[in-house]
């Protein structure tokens, strides 16, 4: 039996995983603007309703810049990880040694030993929820990079002194595609929508809901998101050249509405005659889990 967490600006996951099966999970809602107290005492009480027996680690995926090697995060746009050492706080937490490694990756890693992307070697995996992540798996690897964090591809810039990003950059991947941008943009032209949504509540997930039903206001912010999604993802395959990519994350749930479109999008903006095959995670969100828990 093995461990994993994942942790994100909207909810923080622990399971019990066995064989790459989920055999119990724990989902507490969190918020971006959590403590880190408040942060530790949610994962303590996950721990403590999922531990069976002994364990020698605990393996959790956070968003942001990190050394996995040590357990440090660099940068972390979206919760207060920055500059502090999670291996060292969450080993003291729970009183077993921790394994700390981008929540992206371990997404990738998840999907690469059960789920989407088995039996492949070189794999760009993207989550998009909150914030938009990225793991890269090449030669069957988590690719690190020089300075131990590669993939935080939510914050290559796709529009030149556009929008202002949570890292303070302009014209980020994130700050144009994600979920949380599809709810700014329809914040900020509300008013405009036929079934006359309340926005002020309002989620991704309930956007995809009312173009499903027809809503043209709706229709036209998921084609903006799927529009500069295209533009980020070709980016990325021109340079990383992946035998597939793998969608994972919220968005992941609207693999119908969303893979056909994308796709499309996508061959109009690569470079050359390029092949490439693009599909949701099959493990849904459980690859973040799953992929910690086999760090």
């Known amino acids: 039996m093995r461990i994993g967490f994942d942790i994100g600006g909207s909810h923080i996951s622990g399971a019990l995983v066995d064989n790459g099966k989920i055999i119990e999970k724990i989902e507490a809602y969190s918020e971006v603007s959590w403590t880190m107290d408040e942060i530790i005492k949610s994962i303590k009480n996950i721990y403590q309703d999922l531990t069976v027996g ?22 972390s746009s979206n919760l207060p990880f920055a500059n502090k050492n999670l291996k060292d706080i969450f080993s003291n937490t729970l009183g077993v040694e921790a394994k700390i490694e981008n929540d992206a990756n371990c997404a990738a890693y998840g999907e690469l030993l059960y789920g989407r992307a088995k039996g492949f070697s070189d794999i760009l995996f993207i989550t998009i929820g909150t914030g938009i992540g990225g793991g890269i798996i090449i030669d069957k690897k988590i690719y690190a990079g020089a300075n131990g964090f590669a993939g935080e591809i939510g914050h290559h810039v796709i529009v030149a002194n556009g929008r202002e990003c949570s890292c303070k950059k302009k014209g980020c991947f994130e700050a144009y595609a994600s979920m949380r941008a599809l709810v700014k943009q329809a914040k900020k032209l509300a008013g405009k929508n036929e079934l006359q949504l309340d926005i002020s509540s309002i989620s991704g997930k309930d956007i995809y809901q009312y173009a499903k039903a027809g809503d043209s206001f709706a229709k036209n912010l998921i084609n903006q998101q799927i529009y500069y999604l295209a533009i980020g993802i070709s980016n990325l395959i021109t340079i990383l050249q992946p035998q597939i990519v793998i969608v994972g994350g919220g968005i992941s749930a609207q693999k119908n509405y969303l893979i056909d479109p994308l796709e499309k999008k996508i061959a109009k903006n690569l470079y050359g005659n390029h092949s490439f095959s693009i599909d949701v995670a099959s493990l849904e969100n459980n690859a973040g889990v799953i992929g910690a828990a086999y760090l």
């Open 54 to 75: 002994d364990l020698k680690y605990v393996g959790f995926g956070v968003p942001g810049a990190i050394d996995s090697s040590r357990g440090f995060v660099h940068t």
